[in-house]
C-alpha cells in the first residue's frame, strides 16, 4: 500500500492567494493521472505578526496598505479569479482584517485530531465568503466546532501556552527557509513551490514528483 504524498502548505488565513492556491491545486488532483493519497499539512505564516489583537477596520486597513482605489480594483479583481474556482468572494461583507494567531492555534491544535484540512477550509470559507470575523474566539469555537475539533481541545488551543509557543516556533522554521509570502508548497521535504500556481503546472509536476517519492520512473 503506497504511502500518501506530503505536500506542507505555510499559509494564513486571511491570504486570498491561499484559498486559490488551495482551490488549484484540489483542481489538479481531481484530473486523471494524480496521486490518490495527499497528505496535507498546513503551517503558519502571519501576513500581519503585529496586527493588533482586535484587528482593525477592513477599509481603514486596505486604504492605508493599498489605498483605497487599489484595494477596490485587488477586490474586483480578486472576486474575478475566485469565480473561476467556486470561490464566492464577499469582500463587501468582510467588516475586519483580524489577528490570525488564534486561528492557527487551531490550526495547530486540529493537526493532532487529522481535522487540519476540515478546520483550514473552514476558516476560508467563513472568513472570505460569510465574512466572519476570524480572530473573535467565539467565532473560532463555532468555526472548530463545524470542522469536528472536540471543544476541550479547542480551549486548550485558544488559552495554553502550549499552543502559542508550536505556533511560534513552526513559523520561526518557515523563516528559516527563507520563506517570504505565501502560498508556499514543500514536497518530498526538499521542493519548494511558491504561490497559487495554475492547475496546469500540479498537473505536470505531482504525477512526476509522486513517482519519485515511489522511487520509480516518471512516465513521459
Not at 170 to 186: K, M
Amino acid at each position: 500500500m503506497s504511502e500518501p504524498l506530503a505536500i506542507t502548505v505555510y499559509s494564513d488565513v486571511i491570504c486570498p492567494w491561499c484559498y486559490v492556491g488551495k482551490r488549484r491545486l484540489e483542481a489538479a488532483l481531481a484530473s486523471p493521472g494524480m496521486p490518490e493519497k495527499i497528505a496535507f499539512t498546513w503551517r503558519p505564516f502571519e501576513l500581519n505578526p503585529d496586527m493588533p489583537v482586535e484587528g482593525i477596520e477592513r477599509k481603514a486597513y486596505r486604504a492605508s496598505k493599498f489605498g483605497e482605489v487599489r484595494s477596490a480594483q485587488l477586490d474586483v479583481q480578486m472576486t474575478s479569479t475566485g469565480r473561476e474556482l467556486g470561490i464566492d468572494f464577499a469582500f463587501e461583507r468582510m467588516q475586519r482584517t483580524p489577528n490570525t494567531r488564534l486561528a492557527h492555534r487551531l490550526i495547530w491544535a486540529a493537526d493532532r485530531q487529522g481535522r487540519q484540512d476540515a478546520l483550514v477550509e473552514r476558516l476560508f470559507h467563513g472568513y472570505f465568503e460569510e465574512g466572519l470575523d476570524i480572530g473573535r474566539i467565539d467565532v473560532l469555537e463555532r468555526v472548530a466546532a463545524e470542522a469536528g475539533l472536540e471543544a476541550d481541545s479547542v480551549a486548550q488551543a485558544l488559552m495554553a501556552p502550549e499552543s502559542l509557543e508550536a505556533v511560534t516556533k513552526l513559523e520561526q522554521q518557515g523563516y528559516g527557509l527563507g520563506i517570504q509570502g505565501v502560498p508556499f508548497f514543500i514536497l518530498l521535504a526538499k521542493y519548494g513551490v511558491s504561490g497559487a500556481q495554475p492547475p496546469e503546472f500540479w498537473r505536470e509536476a505531482l504525477p512526476k514528483i509522486a513517482a519519485e517519492a515511489a522511487g520509480a520512473p516518471a512516465a513521459g
